[in-house]
């Protein structure tokens, strides 16, 4: 038997072992391939059911933190917050490098992170950072993220988004981690709402949880509040029942700004004492894409005594009217907002607004009548409907063409160019457009004729109504022939004697043909 044999007669044996190690079968597999071509996973390893295959590990926090951030790969740059940390007492042999150029912002986002690494290392270099984005990592053991967060002595934020965390419980011991954390990010984790609870009544410096994407469709109580949470992030949830909306009130008596977008929140439903208790220090509100599909609900924002910015946008009770009806309705119900949808109301547009709203009103059923519309009343008094008056640029005009002894009546359009006309004019007059020659003739004018040179100039500008006419004339070569043309059809405004067309004559010989129709006019 050859050593190789004998190596692959041991491997066997250990393969089949009911207590074999894998760590310890992955290494043999490495050895025995590099010094004898024994296969790393012999046939059939995996199949005998007698050791589970090694599952891909993830990469440690001080790994990646290493090598993004090393001085190849990160060159030191002078701006605030950037430093050059050196640790020179290192242990003998660790991976790590004795110098890294750090930020006080790390972000390492999608790095495979799953574990922390050497715990000693992240509190040698990390004594300075306050911000760390760890989205999109492989992050599912709270113990791993203790770890890291426990030596960055100064985090204030942190992000965790889209780390697999929906089935693991953190223990109050281990929240006790994120006592410094001020900005908590947890969105798309499926993080639990009993681990949220847990986090919150160990981080007494906590001022804004984001926790959007988590498939919340309940919410329990807390009977510990967090005073200090100022802005809450729970959009794309499915927070249907104001009943669980409620429980959120108690358990941050200091929220000031709630965003609750895309939750499918059919109505409000608490009575308007209810509704002043529960949210007091509330003054802004995101229900963008909810259900709210009555006007009553939205009078009960009212309730809330400190609210000044509202954004609902894209509900079920505006998609009946229009842009402007939407604003101004929802300006004349909140009378204390003074930002809606992002926008400032401005003291004019809130008094044009409940204007609007009287007027709009003007022909309900006093049955139907909203209490807002009362209390206008009793501001403005009752307002008879506006006039109505287009004030917009008219689009068409109805023209007389007058071509030689043609006259055709033609709508044109008047957002287009004189050059467009032309083209539009071809099939009328039986001329191509570098043939024409072009006039307006403004009725109420006294100054005659005025002809349309300028091809890029818009109709309008020259002011055309209904009835006007334009005079078009074959365009000539010749210099001479056009000044002529000029004085007979311009000045003296009579239709033409002459037929340029077939007349092989030039200058010279229809200036005597001119003086002969200027005097046959009686105009000398």
Not at 296 to 309: A, G, H, T, Y
Request: aromatic letters at 8%.
């Amino acid at each position: 038997m050859t050593q190789a044999d004998r190596h692959k007669s041991q491997w066997s044996s250990l393969s089949s072992s009911a207590h074999a190690d894998p760590a310890t079968l992955t290494s043999m597999s490495v050895w025995l391939f590099y010094h004898f071509g024994v296969p790393a996973e012999p046939e059939g390893m995996w199949d005998s059911g007698a050791v589970d295959p090694p599952e891909e590990e993830g990469r440690t926090f001080m790994q990646v933190l290493s090598e993004k951030y090393s001085p190849e790969n990160f060159p030191y740059r002078r701006w605030p917050g950037m430093g050059v940390v050196v640790v020179p007492t290192l242990p003998q042999g660790s991976p790590m490098k004795d110098r890294l150029n750090l930020p006080s912002v790390l972000v390492l986002a999608g790095c495979g992170i799953s574990h922390a690494g050497e715990q000693r290392e992240i509190a040698a270099f990390c004594a300075h950072v306050m911000e760390l984005d760890l989205s999109q990592n492989k992050l599912q053991d709270w113990h791993e993220i203790s770890k890291i967060v426990s030596n960055i002595p100064n985090l204030d934020f942190l992000n965790l988004s889209s780390n697999p965390l929906s089935e693991v419980v953190l223990e109050p011991s281990g929240a006790k981690a994120f006592a410094r954390v001020r900005r908590l990010v947890l969105n798309n984790t499926q993080v639990s709402w009993n681990t949220v609870l847990v986090l919150t009544r160990e981080m007494p410096e906590l001022e804004e949880l984001f926790l959007c994407l988590n498939e919340y469709t309940t919410v329990s109580a807390s009977t510990v509040p967090c005073p200090t949470l100022r802005l809450l992030h729970i959009t794309d949830n499915n927070l249907q029942d104001w009943a669980e909306v409620r429980k959120i009130g108690p358990m941050f008596p200091g929220l000031e700004t709630l965003v609750m977008a895309n939750c499918n929140l059919s109505s409000i439903q608490d009575s308007e004492d209810m509704l002043r208790r529960l949210f007091p220090n509330l003054r802004s509100i995101n229900l963008h894409n909810s259900g709210l599909n009555r006007w009553e609900d939205i009078e009960k924002l009212n309730q809330f005594p400190k609210l000044e910015d509202v954004r609902l946008q894209g509900i079920p009770l505006l998609q009946t009217y229009t842009n402007t009806e939407r604003r101004s309705l929802m300006v004349s119900h909140l009378p204390s907002v003074s930002s809606l949808n992002g926008s400032v109301v401005t003291d004019g547009e809130r008094e044009d607004s409940e204007r609007f709203f009287i007027r709009y009103h003007v022909d309900y059923p006093e049955e139907e009548l909203p209490y807002r519309y009362h209390c206008l009343v009793t501001k403005y008094g009752k307002l008879e409907p506006l006039a109505e008056i287009d004030l917009r640029p008219r689009c068409h005009a109805k023209v007389e063409v007058h071509c030689e002894d043609k006259v055709e009546e033609v709508s044109i359009r008047l957002d287009q160019t004189v050059a467009e006309l032309k083209k539009q004019l071809r099939t009328v007059v039986q001329l191509s457009a570098n043939q024409m020659r072009l006039y307006y003739i403004d009725k109420e004018c006294v100054f005659g004729p005025e002809e349309m040179k300028y091809h890029t100039r818009a109709l309008h500008s020259y002011s055309i109504q209904d009835g006007d006419e334009l005079l078009v004339r074959r365009a000539y070569g010749c210099p001479g022939c056009k000044k002529i043309e000029e004085v007979v059809y311009i000045y003296c405004s009579i239709s033409p004697m002459i037929d340029y067309r077939t007349s092989d004559k030039c200058c010279d010989l229809r200036v005597l043909e001119v003086f002969d129709l200027w005097n046959s006019c009686g105009r000398k």
